[in-house]
């Protein structure tokens, strides 16, 4: 036997530093999940600091015919870092740095291991915003966010992460470094931005990300609306809608989700209600004074009660209960799929009598919560994981879930991506045309399949 075939990492070892390069039992196992329930085992992990870190190891990957899983905080939901194929997980959480920022061009260069929260931080002490805020987003990386084009608690006035990309630089299948809007460097290529965005790890792994800031807003003010049903509720939402306001947050609970994180957080709420809404207005001084009495006397008309909470302590209590859903959700049963569908808004009450009707035939729980303003509805199924035949009547009723939604017009992923749990309902939502030319697109950037192998595409 061979010095390689006793260590086949030896030569990468020796380029990145043994430091760099883990391979204990412990740490592959630690990178061989995500937020999901998928598992995956990989040779090796790369703790990557550099851009050349990036680079030869994809390089040495290549010649010697292993994969490469692009990692960030390993907080998606849909098994998108996840090595279901073995290979070399890259992880570019030291790779945190905001490398600058331009206050006068409103505009942030940043390494993909930059938390989320870390770059409002920072971006707020010059009077600016960056608005993409997945609920995540105090462990989420600007990398993994950028590459499930993630969305979050603001997507309805300020869109998701991909409206705020201006640029990135991505070390490409054959280890070259390629430049793609505000970063590109003159040569006129085709203007992959758009095409990087979304790609779930599997064309690329992002080194530098240019980013698009806005001025802070002046003044924010929360609402919570309660609510004896999530018909009223939802009511709500489309009166706000019509009135011409444009909430910066518009989110929907149910009674589940509600009660579960209500208990984790320590905060009260009206005993008979059965759905929620977390109402944010920001803006000038001038808007959020406008908009306030319309929010008001538009769910007053319905709810059960109703708080505005303007002081900064009130409204993080707030946000305390709305970021609280999911680890509360966590200790209510052993094992859980988290799904995110998403209809158009009008038809967010059908899908809940749907998931209703899915929840009774399977004999399940099924909290659900969501950005209704842009009808993202988020479907936690409850099932016992110690039980295989309860998780696999827990993914029928998922797979019911995905059904009702296309039938309605809907998507199966709002935001969390298909990764690999979703792979095999994709066909229901796109045409084999469609499929096809994804396939295509992923052969030209990616011929060997070198990128996140076994991900959306079967």
């Known amino acids: 036997m061979t010095l390689w075939q006793k260590d086949p990492l030896r030569a990468l070892r020796r380029s990145v530093g043994k430091d760099k390069l883990l391979t204990a039992p412990e740490d592959l196992v630690l990178y061989g999940f995500d937020a999901s329930s998928i598992r995956g085992r990989a040779l090796a992990v790369m703790m990557a600091e550099t851009t050349d870190d990036i680079r030869n190891t994809v390089n040495f990957a290549r010649e010697e015919g292993f994969k490469i899983i692009p990692r960030g905080a390993g907080t998606g939901l849909s098994g998108g870092s996840v090595p279901v194929e073995g290979g070399i997980v890259i992880s570019c959480e030291r790779m945190d740095s905001i490398l600058s920022i331009d206050v006068k061009e409103h505009f942030a260069l940043v390494q993909p291991g930059v938390v989320t929260s870390m770059l409002q931080e920072a971006v707020a002490e010059h009077g600016l915003f960056y608005p993409p805020d997945p609920s995540s987003f105090s462990v989420s990386t600007i990398g993994g966010n950028v590459a499930e084009n993630a969305g979050g608690l603001r997507c309805f006035k300020y869109g998701v992460t991909g409206h705020y990309v201006l640029g990135v630089e991505f070390v490409d299948a054959n280890g070259q470094l390629r430049y793609t809007g505000a970063l590109d460097d003159g040569d006129f290529q085709p203007e992959l931005t758009p095409l990087m965005v979304g790609s779930e790890g599997t064309l690329g792994i992002f080194t530098r990300i240019a980013l698009r800031l806005i001025d802070a807003p002046k003044k924010t003010v929360t609402v919570s609306a309660y609510f004896d049903d999530s018909d009223s509720a939802f009511i709500v939402v489309e009166q706000i809608i019509s009135s011409g306001c444009v ?79 999911s680890p509360s959700l966590i200790q209510l049963s052993t094992g859980k799929i988290h799904e995110d569908v998403a209809v158009p808004r009008s038809m967010l009450s059908e899908l809940v009598l749907e998931i209703r009707r899915i929840e009774e035939k399977y004999d399940l729980e099924i909290p659900l919560y969501g950005h209704a303003g842009d009808g993202n509805l988020h479907a936690v199924v409850f099932y016992d994981a110690e039980d295989s035949r309860a998780g696999e009547i827990a993914r029928e009723a998922s797979k019911e879930i995905f059904r009702a939604a296309i039938d309605m017009g809907g998507t199966i992923s709002g935001e969390h991506g298909i990764g690999y749990t979703k792979r095999e309902f994709l066909p229901g939502q796109h045409s084999e045309a469609v499929l096809t030319l994804t396939r295509q697109v992923k052969r030209i950037l990616d011929p060997d399949d070198l990128f996140n192998p076994g991900k959306i595409l079967l």
């Open 247 to 325: 909430p910066s947050v518009l989110e929907y609970i149910d009674g589940k989700a509600l009660s579960a994180s209500a208990k984790h957080v320590g905060i009260s709420y009206p005993d008979n209600a059965e759905a929620m809404l977390l109402i944010e207005l920001d803006g000038s001084e001038e808007e959020a004074s406008e908009t306030l009495p319309i929010i008001r006397e538009l769910t007053e008309k319905s709810c059960i009660e109703v708080n505005v909470a303007e002081e900064e302590v009130q409204r993080q209590q707030l946000w305390q209960l709305r970021r609280g859903i």
